[in-house]
């Protein structure tokens, strides 16, 4: 029997990034992470202290990123690290992934992203970022250094929910991360947005109904991570007095939750990730301590297959 092609142009369930960049590039692209020594405004006071109760950047941060190395060095490094396990890349974006990777003067930003589009085999930029740190001398850089590489920005929106970005201490509401994400688009920047779903207080059914606020975000692609708690955080220790404010999924009801968040998705957003993944020795709670993401995703596919299911059926 001929498999069916989805609206994406391929015969997977939901529209995949990896699939796209395939397509744009003519074969596999690989993220380069580096952590080029920014930090936060929602950790150095200028808009909160503290920063958000989940936040790790250790637990992400692959081995050779490290702010004391040179960009240059970190991509090299990357590299080298990335070509043992997948000899077919030949093209790399480089992830500026660790803190908030716009909140430095705009001299400084156009030094570190020119110095990283320089590297051999470099092919454009993920920016992560928080909607507040973002302005139109900003969009300006990144039109310009568009025009010879890709260029994306990634906004960790996290909630629709107000109340929860509150609780999290995120120190901006869901509007801002509208705007910034309305506002980049607009200058034909593509946007990614990154999204948890098991933030304390959140019921299920919310965590579902959100996706129809989702939808409605000029996104180009999206990340979403199940909660994780991560060690030496303000959560970990919400968790240990507080247990009963947080409902962790365990891996099989996540990927029948997953599997429902994918069928109400914009069918237009590529799906860059269902779910994270850090070392066991960065979590507090270990139910999906040894799991590797490349196996979540074929028990997702697995799944999605099963029902006959796909990306958008139920979007409206
Ligand atoms: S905005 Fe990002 S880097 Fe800053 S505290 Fe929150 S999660 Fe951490």
Redesign the pocket.
């Known amino acids: 029997m001929e498999e069916l092609v989805y609206p994406w142009g391929n015969t997977r369930r939901f529209n995949s990034y990896a699939e796209y960049f395939k397509k744009l590039f003519g074969g596999r692209v690989q993220k380069i992470s580096v952590d080029a020594g920014f930090t ?1 405004p ?2 150095d006071g200028s808009k909160g202290k503290g ?2 109760t ?2 790790s ?1 250790d637990a992400f941060n692959p081995s050779y990123c490290h702010p004391q190395k040179s960009v240059k060095q970190q991509i090299e490094e990357g590299i080298e690290f990335h070509k043992k396990r997948y000899r077919r890349a030949k093209n790399y974006l480089v992830y500026f992934q660790a ?2 990777n716009t909140y430095l003067p705009i001299a400084s930003l156009e030094k570190l992203y020119s110095e990283a589009l320089s590297c051999e085999g470099v092919v454009g930029l993920v920016i992560g970022t ?1 909607p507040d740190c973002i302005n139109m001398e900003i969009i300006q850089l990144l039109k310009k250094l568009q025009q010879s590489a890709y260029i994306m920005l990634e906004f ?1 929106v996290e909630s629709v929910y107000n109340e929860t970005l509150v609780r999290v201490n ?2 901006h509401d869901f509007e801002q991360s509208k705007e910034a994400i309305e506002l980049a688009t607009s200058f034909g920047i593509p946007c990614g947005g990154h999204f948890i779903f098991g933030l304390p207080h959140e019921t299920r059914q919310q965590m579902l109904d959100s996706i129809a606020v989702i939808n409605k975000l000029p996104l180009q692609s999206i990340k979403f991570h199940q909660l994780q708690i991560f060690v030496n955080t303000v959560m970990a220790n919400e968790f240990k007095t507080e247990p009963a404010s947080f409902q962790l999924f365990g891996m099989e009801e996540y990927i029948d939750f997953i599997v429902e968040v994918t069928e109400r998705l914009n069918p237009a957003f590529m799906i860059e990730r269902f779910a994270g993944e850090v070392p066991p020795r960065f979590l507090v709670s270990s139910a999906w301590s040894n799991v590797r993401y490349d196996n979540v995703l074929v028990q997702i596919e697995n799944k999605l297959a099963f029902l006959n299911t796909f990306q958008g059926k139920k979007y409206l």
């Open positions: 936060c929602n950790r920063g958000c989940f936040c950047n803190y908030t928080r960790g995120r120190g």
